[in-house]
């Protein structure tokens, strides 16, 4: 089974920013046919503040709990986060952007806890010398993720309908548990050896992104991609 571990890992992180292109697609589009563009803003910045706010609970919850755990946590949080967009046709209009930005933030900590977890899991199945190569092709396969995503999400906006897709891909998150059990049958105890209460390590993540400007104008610049 080791020898699937890999290929497996590149899977289940493909479907996982799969997830996220609909994740883009989806929401904007039932927002800006409720609210217009005005709607769509505010579900885009609700989310991201949310993830912001919340990626130093995530990155705590990551370095206290064993990783499998949480990734499944993470993955069904954001599986409910699209369910709640389901029914945002069909509620009371006042109803409909609580629904969309509740649904912006738990996706945004869902993802969080997944990335987290995900960086853990690869670290237990592969060797340090070779994660850079691996990093770089996970990478591509994570990229053709997204793109998969905002064309899928569209195609069954189309043929089915915003109830109906949210329905599918929720059930297409769900779908892929049970490659992380697989993923991790050889791995044991998938947790950090090191572990910092929640206010020191986002000390120390906000003081590395302060040390690295790199580092921090490529999150910016990610960010602002995502945006347009």
């Known amino acids: 089974m080791r020898a699937f571990e ?56 990551v370095d206290r709990h064993d990783r499998r755990t949480v990734t499944v946590a993470g993955q069904m949080i954001r599986a409910l986060g699209l369910l709640l967009l389901a029914p945002t046709g069909f509620v009371a209009e006042s109803l409909s952007p609580v629904l969309l930005i509740v649904s912006g933030v738990l996706g945004a900590f869902g993802f969080a806890l997944l990335a987290g977890s995900l960086s853990g899991i690869l670290q237990a199945i592969v060797p340090e ?35 109906m897709s949210a329905l599918l891909f929720a059930l297409v998150a769900l779908a892929c548990l049970p490659m992380l059990k697989m993923i991790t049958s050889h791995s044991g105890n998938v947790q950090s050896p090191q572990r910092l209460s929640l206010i020191p390590a986002s000390r120390q993540a906000l003081s590395y992104l302060l040390d690295n400007p790199h580092s921090l104008s490529a999150a910016v610049t990610v960010g602002l991609a995502f945006a347009v």
């Open 6 to 61: 890999r290929p497996l890992f590149i899977a289940f992180s493909c479907a996982s920013f799969f997830i996220v292109g609909v994740g883009i697609v989806l929401p904007a589009w039932i927002a800006f046919h409720g609210g217009g563009s005005r709607l769509v803003g505010l579900v885009l910045l609700s989310s991201s503040v949310a993830g912001l706010l919340l990626a130093p609970v995530a990155g705590h919850l």
């Open 129 to 163: 010398a070779q994660r850079m190569g691996f990093a770089f092709r996970l990478s591509l396969f994570n990229q053709a993720g997204i793109a998969i995503g905002t064309g899928a999400a569209g195609l069954a906006i189309d043929r089915l309908g915003s109830p």
